[in-house]
């Protein structure tokens, strides 16, 4: 029976997921461990490096108990039982598979210091996304750097599903917990120490026992099924304001057929974070390199249908305004790629923002869970480069074109227009009547969420643009 449990990885995964382990199960000792100094020290602080409603609640009732936060990785893998690895495998920016393969660096690293530290047998779960046939990999590794014969490691796959904005409730009550192993009596013994960790909270029903290959790629198709889901009402939302059509209504309908379900059917500007993108190009990727250039290339284009819908808001946001932006300032509520999370990865936030400052834009940016420092960060990384490393060094560049203020009325003050890019809660709430009387007019808003009261603003004066909705005679 494990008794200690280490994960590499303090990330938006590794932190989460530990500290509900450590929250379930008080008998167990969970170390988080990072060599990123910083981040280990927001964890150890009043002020977590991630927002994700309800998860101060948990570290603080666990951490000092049983739940460790630590820079001494070597020390706490080579004690523990079970090691989760939850390290970055963002995509390759160069060489082979550059811009769609999943860079396994930091994964083989991760193993090579496993092997390097250990004197006990060890259970070595996936928990970061990764190719199909990747424990084939790591196990080839670990054995051929460890130095003691009678060590032996058991590779386990044990994707994460989680959404984050909601990740506290679903990790403490999950609509399935997913462990893939060997076949075997070495590997299903390893499965089962896993799954009673889990058991300590999570029903049994919800405990799903696959093989390797099945665990990894049911997180990849998960993801890109989600996907899919979006970009197919993105695509809809495009020949609904063409044809007269709400999408709102048409999504409604649809989500009433059981078969369909109405969860992931709302038309947005496109869909971000760290792994719809991430995993679909991985998924294409390893399509075409088995050969299956069909399924790589329908894959593909529900990345396609993304990039297009995010251009389209941009053209539409400029025609809209007599085909001219330059110079004008537009306010933009919301950065984070959705509601409840500070996360900005791959936010469609970004990609507009740079075509609007390409198009002579001044963009006033506000969000309330995003700052200053990491907006401009973002807008000043290359594609691809933001779960690296290096990212860290980026230049903070366009801070003239690029404002970021801490209140919404600021952001609209003077502003030609407004763009709703994150679905905030808040933002329906606004008075809107003050908001109008302090900018340019014509004042148009682009609700890109389609989370505000457009009739009502159409009454105080507003142009707005509603995304798949019939558009506004004026536009």
């Keep these: 029976m494990a008794r200690k449990i280490a994960c590499i990885g303090a990330g938006y995964v590794g932190g989460p997921t530990m500290a509900m382990i450590a929250l379930k199960c008080v008998d167990l000792e969970v170390v988080v461990v990072d060599l990123n100094v910083s981040r280990i020290a927001a964890w150890n602080s009043d002020k977590l490096p991630i927002y994700e409603p309800g998860l101060d609640e948990v570290v603080k009732a666990c951490r000092g108990r049983n739940l460790f936060f630590s820079t001494d990785v070597k020390k706490h893998v080579a004690e523990a039982d079970i090691v989760f690895v939850s390290v970055n495998t963002p995509t390759?920016?160069?060489?082979?598979?550059?811009?769609?393969?999943?860079?396994?660096?930091?994964?083989?690293?991760?193993?090579?210091?496993?092997?390097?530290?250990?004197?006990?047998?060890?259970?070595?779960?996936?928990?970061?996304?990764?190719?199909?046939?990747?424990?084939?990999?790591?196990?080839?590794?670990?054995?051929?750097?460890?130095?003691?014969?009678?060590?032996?490691f058991d590779i386990l796959s044990n994707p994460e599903f989680l959404a984050e904005g909601t990740a506290?409730?679903?990790?403490?009550?999950?609509?399935?917990?997913?462990?893939?192993?060997?076949?075997?009596?070495?590997?299903?013994?390893?499965?089962?120490?896993?799954?009673?960790?889990?058991?300590?909270?999570?029903?049994?029903?919800?405990?799903?026992?696959?093989?390797?290959?099945?665990?990894?790629?049911?997180?990849?198709?998960?993801?890109?099924?989600?996907?899919?889901?979006?970009?197919?009402?993105?695509s809809i939302s495009a020949l609904c304001e063409a044809t007269g059509a709400d999408v709102q209504e048409v999504?409604?309908?649809?989500?009433?057929?059981?078969?369909?379900?109405?969860?992931?059917?709302?038309?947005?500007?496109?869909?971000?974070?760290?792994?719809?993108?991430?995993?679909?190009?991985?998924?294409?990727?390893?399509?075409?390199?088995?050969?299956?250039?069909?399924?790589?290339?329908?894959?593909?284009?529900?990345?396609?249908?993304?990039?297009?819908?995010?251009?389209?808001?941009?053209e539409r946001i400029i025609t809209s305004m007599f085909n001219t932006i330059s110079r004008k300032n537009i306010a933009i509520y919301g950065f984070a790629f959705k509601k409840d999370t500070g996360d900005t990865r791959e936010t469609p936030a970004i990609d507009v923002c740079h075509g609007l400052v390409a198009d002579g834009a001044h963009c006033v940016i506000y969000d309330p869970q995003v700052g200053a420092d990491q907006v401009h960060r973002d807008l000043a990384t290359p594609k691809f480069e933001w779960d690296h490393p290096s990212r860290g060094q980026a230049a903070i560049a366009g801070r003239d074109e690029i404002k970021v203020v801490k209140d919404p009325y600021t952001a609209a003050h003077g502003a030609h227009a407004i763009c709703v890019l994150t679905e905030w809660d808040e933002f329906a709430h606004y008075n809107y009547h003050k908001i109008y009387d302090n900018m340019v007019k014509p004042a148009f808003i682009f609700d890109g969420r389609n989370v505000l009261d457009h009739a009502a603003l159409r009454k105080i004066g507003f142009i707005v643009y509603a995304l798949g909705k019939p558009l506004d005679p004026f536009l």
């Design 251 to 314: 999504a409604h309908s649809i989500g009433k057929d059981s078969r369909i379900g109405p969860k992931f059917l709302n038309a947005s500007v496109g869909f971000g974070g760290s792994c719809f993108q991430k995993d679909i190009l991985n998924l294409v990727y390893i399509c075409e390199t088995l050969g299956l250039k069909e399924v790589a290339d329908y894959w593909h284009a529900v990345i396609t249908m993304n990039d297009y819908q995010k251009q389209r808001f941009v």
């Design 168 to 234: 506290v409730a679903d990790l403490a009550n999950p609509d399935r917990v997913l462990i893939g192993g060997k076949d075997g009596p070495a590997g299903h013994a390893a499965i089962e120490e896993l799954a009673a960790v889990y058991a300590r909270w999570v029903p049994q029903d919800r405990i799903l026992r696959t093989s390797l290959w099945s665990a990894e790629l049911s997180k990849l198709t998960a993801n890109a099924m989600l996907a899919q889901r979006i970009s197919s009402m993105n």
């Design 92 to 152: 390759k920016t160069r060489g082979v598979g550059a811009g769609k393969a999943a860079d396994l660096t930091y994964w083989e690293g991760a193993a090579r210091m496993i092997a390097s530290v250990s004197t006990s047998s060890k259970i070595i779960v996936e928990k970061s996304t990764v190719p199909v046939k990747t424990a084939e990999a790591i196990e080839k590794v670990l054995r051929c750097n460890c130095t003691s014969a009678s060590v032996q």
